[in-house]
């Protein structure tokens, strides 16, 4: 059964720092891309970052840095520099399985 599971989330004052993590299961994880997401209230759901199965990354939040550690089969959001706006739930994809994991909250506030 391939399952992802998120963590990492939380509250965090503007400019603060916070790591998501996915723990994945069910499937070679070192054999596929990965790919975070987020959510914000009444806002449809964007790709933030991608990353291959090598290792070659996509960000699409300039403070935000995608990576993976295969011999833990988890991939991570690391996220700097975070701004209101950066409040969503966050979630972690398998494109070619079409698997989402359950998602984490992040709320940026002071």
């Known amino acids: 059964q391939v399952q992802l599971v998120e963590s990492g989330g939380g509250m965090v004052q503007p400019g603060g720092s916070l790591r998501l993590s996915c723990v994945a299961s069910?499937?070679?994880?070192?054999?596929?891309?990965m790919h975070w997401y987020r959510q914000a209230p009444g806002k449809e759901r964007e790709l933030v970052a991608t990353?291959?199965?090598?290792g070659g990354s996509t960000n699409y939040v300039d403070s935000f840095t995608i990576s993976r550690a295969n011999v833990k089969n988890t991939v991570y959001l690391q996220m700097n520099s975070l701004k209101p706006e950066d409040t969503a739930v966050y979630f972690c994809?398998?494109?070619?399985?079409?698997?989402w994991g359950q998602g984490t909250q992040v709320i940026v506030s002071s």
């Open positions: 994809y398998v494109p070619r399985l079409r698997v």
């Open positions: 069910g499937f070679i994880f070192s054999l596929y891309n």
């Open positions: 990353i291959s199965s090598t």
